[in-house]
């Protein structure tokens, strides 16, 4: 059965502060993963990853995939208040299959 | 340019009711899906829709069913809801293999 785990489930740090959340998948061929941010509701996204090793960088965010041990990471660097959310995982199969296959997300929180 | 739209933002239902529930997808994008989020989880994949087809279905019962029209706008429609029907309900356009975009949801509660 295909799914996605995301790890830690919450963390709590202080305002500057550098995180790294994981994420990793078994699912049947691959296509690619996506992060989102959800705060109140919509999820708006952040990354999609679709090759190993490549750097995907959003100003403080940045994150990255390794297909070989099937899971990425996502880092938060000087994090700000404006940073706590959920952040959620999500994976793609192969065309033909058209269903994000989703982690639990991770509730940060950022403390001033 | 206006994102993906839901209606309505909160909803409240008795057991046993049907409810819709709408989604206009981002312009340009021509295909909807819609995931189901329980508090503290992910979201569940319902279905999507493209060509006004139901394109592909996730673990859901027969009570969940859908539609989309000529302007690829969606609803989606629960009948003989339960409890455990409460959720957020996310709607989710995309075109070809673009990441999907959400809208704010439809919060569902069942009394």
């Known amino acids: 059965e295909d799914k996605v785990v995301q790890s830690p489930l919450s963390l709590v740090v202080h305002e500057g502060d550098t995180v790294t959340l994981n994420c990793s998948y078994e699912?049947?061929?691959?296509?690619?993963l996506l992060w989102y941010k959800q705060e109140k509701k919509a999820p708006t996204f952040l990354f999609m990853l679709t090759s190993s090793g490549i750097e995907k960088k959003s100003g403080r965010l940045s994150s990255i995939l390794d297909k070989k041990e099937l899971f990425s990471i996502l880092n938060i660097t000087a994090t700000q208040t404006g940073d706590s959310a959920i952040y959620l995982c999500a994976v793609e199969a192969s065309l033909g299959n058209y269903q994000l296959i989703w982690g639990a997300g991770t509730k940060l929180i950022i403390k001033p | 340019d206006a994102g993906v739209t839901q209606s309505p933002t909160h909803l409240i239902k008795t057991r046993g009711q049907q409810v819709t529930l709408r989604c206009s997808p981002k312009?340009?994008?021509?295909?909807v899906s819609w995931y189901q989020q329980a508090l503290g989880q992910g979201p569940q994949f319902i279905f999507q829709?493209?060509?006004?087809?139901?394109?592909q279905r996730g673990n859901f019962p027969d009570r969940f069913s859908g539609h989309q029209f000529p302007n690829y706008s969606s609803e989606l429609n629960v009948n003989a809801l339960l409890l455990g029907d409460s959720a957020l309900y996310l709607c989710a356009s995309s075109f070809g293999l673009q990441p999907q975009h959400f809208g704010d949801g439809t919060r569902l509660s069942i009394l």
């Open positions: 312009s340009g994008h021509d295909t």
């Open positions: 829709y493209y060509e006004e087809e139901e394109r």
């Open positions: 699912v049947t061929n691959f296509r690619s």
